[in-house]
């Protein structure tokens, strides 16, 4: 498929500071494609310069062949923006909110009320249509939010951490709408740090940190990179010392990298059962109390972890 998005070297910079560092990647057309990073990586500031709302400070991208920086309106006329923050009006029915955002985007008539009503049941809302949207819950409130951002019938959906604080019923609800919204043609761009949605949406993913793009690839090809490694997660006392206990664990031969996370140890290595013993032994020597360990295959997080020395969820 051909590509409907281009990125070539997005820097942006606030003063001093670079926020994004000379990114580049592209999306084909009917892909979903996931940029993976913590808070504060550039994964909002990136997706506000693709939807034109910042002006990047060098670089540029292509989207259905229009520049961001020299066609603004060209690219807005075929992209969706979900943003992170909801822009809602509290005091409208769900219904009123879409049939405004309709009238912003152009669309008027039949032809707009048709629209609302074929969005509200893509977002799965046809029965709280005309209840006010202060009344709804979090996930909800997300879910209009995505239905403003379909109205037009954008070929690109920017959706920016969309999961985000609610509850596990509403994100079930929202990643399926991603998927049915996919399967019905459109191409996906989703910025998560949640290394289990990227996993089930994406057709590939982009890992981002300190606003530079470390890696990109199918999941398959980005465990590779770690190679045949397993990750064992240990959970110990709070008032024990995780630092002292993975400093101790990089000394086992067989350990790759042990790196901390509030009370958790992740150790990677080949094979978690040829050192499970040894680490044991090591948090037994220091008196440190281990509650309960998991064996992790391969994943995205340990990819991080591995690319970065850090957790995705520092």
Do not use: C
């Amino acid at each position: 498929m051909p590509n409907i998005l281009e990125v070539k070297n997005l820097v942006k910079n606030y003063g001093d500071f670079q926020a994004v560092k000379g990114v580049s990647f592209e999306i084909a057309e009917g892909e979903i494609f996931s940029l993976l990073g913590p808070n504060g990586a550039g994964k909002t500031t990136t997706i506000s310069m693709l939807s034109t709302l910042y002006t990047p400070t060098s670089g540029d991208a292509t989207i259905g062949g229009h520049s961001i920086s020299k066609d603004p309106m060209g690219v807005r006329n075929i992209i969706g923006v979900v943003p992170q923050d909801l822009a809602l009006y509290e005091d409208l029915t769900a219904k009123e909110n879409l049939i405004f955002w309709g009238q912003m985007y152009g669309l008027s008539g039949k032809s707009l009320a048709s629209r609302v009503d074929e969005v509200l049941g893509q977002i799965g809302l046809t029965d709280k249509a005309k209840d006010r949207v202060k009344t709804y819950s979090g996930g909800m409130k997300r879910r209009v939010n995505i239905g403003v951002g379909l109205l037009h019938k954008p070929r690109l959906l920017f959706m920016d951490e969309p999961t985000v604080g609610i509850d596990p019923q509403s994100r079930r609800a929202i990643l399926d709408t991603v998927k049915d919204l996919n399967k019905q043609g459109m191409t996906v761009l989703y910025t998560t740090h949640y290394m289990e949605e990227a996993e089930e949406l994406s057709d590939r993913v982009g890992i981002i940190d300190h606003g530079q793009l470390i890696a990109i690839g199918t999941q398959k090809e980005l465990t590779k990179q770690v190679g045949e490694t397993e990750t064992l997660i240990l959970h110990i006392s709070e008032n024990d010392d995780p630092e002292a206990l993975a400093k101790a664990f990089r000394d086992i031969k067989e350990v790759l990298e042990a790196n901390v996370v509030n009370t958790e140890i992740s150790v990677i290595t080949p094979s978690a059962k040829d050192v499970l013993a040894a680490v044991v032994t090591k948090a037994n020597e220091r008196g440190i109390k281990i509650h309960s360990i998991d064996i992790r295959e391969p994943n995205l997080e340990a990819v991080f972890l591995h690319l970065t020395g850090r957790a995705l969820r520092d």
